[in-house]
Antibody
Framework: QVQLQESGPGVVKPSGTLSLTCAVS?????????WTWVRQPPGKGLEWIAK???????KYNPSLRSRVTISVDKAKNQFALNLTSVTAADTAVYFC????????????WGRGTLVTVS | QSALTQPASVSGSPGQAITMSCTGT?????????VSWYQQHPGRAPKLLIY???KRPSGVSNRFSGSQSGDTASLTISGLQAEDEAHYYC??????????FGGGTKLTVL
């Protein structure tokens, strides 16, 4: 059973870079699927950030594209998110999830990690 | 600009059935039929309820069902239970290889 676990700093300074990793256990990140990040500001709805594939392909939310990088580390069986030039508006719970390709839905989620920009 | 619109809130009494909508709007071609639904309780990660508009993953109660008509997807919960009180989000795949969530609907069980 695949499980996902987010990790990273809980606090990031304004104008700094938010860096998170999502460790994949119980399966290989090199399987034929995509991996994604979703965030949720306190008291608000879900926002899709980006998706990546072990082949190196990635796709981004146009509203965040200029500040976001998503990548895969096959050796560590994890994927990462970098978000630059953060502001208070980037304060959110960040979730990683597995994407089921072709039918395009998120079947497995991490528990989420709160990142506060302050 | 694409968007998925959900009502902010719906409510129902135990045992009743409720339906919530998710309407897609876009300035171009969209694959709004590729819709999934997620349930989220406070402080928890979202949980997949429906995928591909109408399909239910194993382990999800058959009280949850999805349907679509044109640009509107709907989630119906029958036999409403107290544990169903949560936020519900639809998610579409607009055909440009990105995803888009609706704003979410808060379900209150009276």
């Amino acid at each position: 059973q695949v499980q996902l676990q987010e990790s990273g700093p809980g606090v990031v300074k304004p104008s700094g870079t938010l860096s998170l990793t999502c460790a994949v256990s119980g399966g290989s990140i090199s399987s034929s699927t995509w991996w994604t990040w979703v965030r949720q500001p306190p008291g608000k709805g879900l926002e899709w950030i980006a998706k990546t594939h072990h082949s190196g392909s990635s796709k981004y939310n146009p509203s965040l594209r200029s500040r976001v990088t998503i990548s895969v580390d096959k050796a560590k069986n994890q994927f990462a998110l970098n978000l630059t030039s953060v502001t208070a508006a980037d304060t959110a719970v960040y979730f990683c999830a597995r994407v089921v390709s072709w039918i395009w839905y998120f079947d497995i989620w991490g528990r989420g990690t709160l990142v506060t920009v302050s | 600009q694409s968007a998925l619109t959900q009502p902010a809130s719906v409510s129902g009494s135990p045992g009743q059935a409720i339906t919530m909508s998710c309407t897609g709007t876009s300035s171009g071609v969209g694959n709004w039929h590729i819709v999934s639904w997620y349930q989220q309780h406070p402080g928890r990660a979202p949980k997949l309820l429906i995928y591909d508009g109408t399909k239910r993953p194993s382990g999800v109660s058959n009280r949850f069902s999805g349907s679509q008509s044109g640009d509107t997807a709907s989630l119906t919960i029958s036999g409403l239970q107290a544990e169903d009180e949560a936020h519900y989000y639809c998610c579409g795949y607009p055909g440009d290889n990105t995803f888009l969530f609706g704003g979410g609907t808060k379900l209150t069980v009276l």
